[in-house]
């Protein structure tokens, strides 16, 4: 019970994320209640299986864990597979550039090679940003660089000043009175599983998402701010009540036994 409710703060507002983001360790994790939240039906499942007889909850496990390990076959055979290819020595001696897709053994030596590719694209960028969005085949194009590294906004294909602001659900865009815009791409990455609430000067405007992974707007006029939050997907919402659920039974539970060996003693 208690497990649930920690799952339930952190993955919800209710978790004084303003607060944990500047003290040690809590500020690695990051206000992102997802983490947390795909967690929460784990307890519940547990619990379902203490209620099944010990013979069919080791039958449930056993067929999960059949699947498991089929799983770990699969994702290990795949891995194996691509590191087949250009399996070459990477050392400090190397004169080839090394890009972020090649598959080599990399030495000690070759870590901090200046011929090593290093990609500022995390890995969980959208999926549009990818190899093929490279100015000679290991590194990334300089615009695209410096979008990304000092969060340029792009009005119909030129770099335009703006001032940026972070809030706790998403990222605002304060502009000098910008008027006509048949294309304003931002430096927000979008993604298809996610959706958004775009507003600008206060009024919401359907988005879109570019080649590139990136939000942008068409045909906008006397463009002054841009507010962008992030929505999380629908499932969570029944994932949150099904878990609220659960723990208000658990509580029930707990307080009819606490009371009752009360009344025993």
């Known amino acids: 019970m208690y497990g649930e409710i920690t799952l339930i703060v952190l993955g919800t507002n209710l978790a004084p994320w303003s607060i944990l983001q500047n003290l040690p360790l809590f500020d690695s994790i990051q206000n992102t209640g997802w983490r947390f939240m795909i967690f929460s039906g784990v307890i519940p499942f547990i619990l379902l299986l203490i209620n099944f007889s010990r013979k069919s909850s080791r039958k449930i496990l056993k067929v999960l864990f059949i699947i498991a390990i089929f799983a770990s076959m699969s994702e290990y055979y795949n891995f194996h597979q691509s590191a087949q290819k250009n399996l070459v020595i990477f050392d400090g001696n190397n004169s080839k550039s090394l890009g972020v897709d090649d598959w080599v053994k990399l030495k000690s030596t070759g870590i901090n090679s200046a011929k090593l590719t290093r990609d500022i694209i995390p890995d969980y960028a959208p999926k549009q940003i990818n190899s093929k969005v490279y100015a000679n085949g290991s590194t990334l194009s300089e615009d695209l660089q410096n979008t990304i590294k000092f969060n340029q906004v792009k009005s119909d294909g ?30 927000v990455y979008g993604y298809k599983t996610l959706n958004y609430h775009v507003t600008v000067n206060g009024k919401d405007v359907p988005y879109a998402i570019s080649n590139l992974g990136f939000i942008k707007l068409n045909n906008v006029e006397k463009v002054r701010k841009v507010s962008i939050k992030y929505l999380y997907p629908e499932v969570y919402k029944y994932i949150i009540y099904f878990s609220t659920v659960i723990l208000l039974i658990l509580i029930g539970v707990k307080v009819f036994y606490f009371r009752k060996m009360m009344y025993r003693c």
């Open 158 to 187: 030129k770099n335009i000043n703006t001032t940026m602001k972070y809030t706790y659900e998403g990222v605002e865009f304060n502009f000098n009175n910008v008027k006509n815009i048949s294309v304003l791409e931002l430096p």
